[in-house]
């Protein structure tokens, strides 16, 4: 075996090693929290070396920030791409939110809505994993809100839209639903969610015959 051959061997393990174990990170950030989070932890459930983890990672921070963008990795693909398949316009928003009410119900994530859970953790502190936090929020919120200017601008959703508030309130109904269902171990809550998230878009669509007329 050349040298070329043993190097790249050794760098498909290793990456094979990372997504293992940010793998499980990330189930168990969404129940237990970042802080939760241990290199020695993870190597003795993976039953891996502890020398080899912490040469992936080298610190904690390093794993939480890693944590956290192989999360947003999960959710574009299980929220946001489906989404995308669509046209711009009041159904590709639509969606989206249903899209959001199954990643939740379906516990992509074990502890619900990940960035619901850990969020919590960071929101008034400072550094590296406040910021990344910080910056997949903002993202998604603004997500939502050029999603629904783009229905509006494809005539879909009425002129006078005010596309920012509704994005806020479509955002805030899907993480009620998720807190409830997480809470209180109940999944009413989603219908109720989507619902509610139907009835505000049926209010604002230039033609209702675009949305279903219930769930």
Not at 33 to 38: F, I, M
Not at 147 to 170: M, W, Y
Request: charged share 25%.
């Amino acid at each position: 075996m050349g040298t070329t051959e043993r190097v790249d061997g050794r760098i498909a393990r290793g990456n094979e090693t990372r997504r293992l174990i940010l793998e499980r990170a990330v189930r168990t950030a969404s129940v237990e929290g970042l802080e939760g989070l241990s290199l020695g932890r993870l190597a003795s459930e993976l039953k891996l070396s502890k020398s080899g983890v912490f040469a992936l990672f080298g610190s904690k921070e390093d794993l939480q920030l890693a944590t956290v963008r192989a999360a947003i990795d999960v959710y574009v693909d299980v929220v946001v791409q489906p989404a995308r398949d669509l046209p711009p316009g009041i159904g590709r928003l639509w969606r989206l939110c249903t899209g959001w009410l199954a990643y939740s119900r379906d516990r992509v994530f074990p502890g619900g809505c990940f960035f619901y859970s850990v969020t919590a953790e960071y929101d008034s502190r400072q550094g590296k994993v406040h910021d990344a936090l910080a910056g997949a929020r903002t993202n998604w919120l603004a997500y939502v809100e050029q999603t629904a200017l783009e229905a509006r601008q494809a005539g879909e959703v009425a002129e006078g839209t005010d596309v920012s508030q509704l994005a806020f309130e479509l955002v805030a109904l899907l993480e009620m639903a998720n807190a409830e269902s997480v809470l209180h171990n109940e999944f009413t809550s989603y219908d109720k969610a989507g619902r509610a998230i139907l009835d505000r878009l049926r209010a604002v669509a230039t033609d209702v015959s675009t949305l279903p007329d219930s769930l």
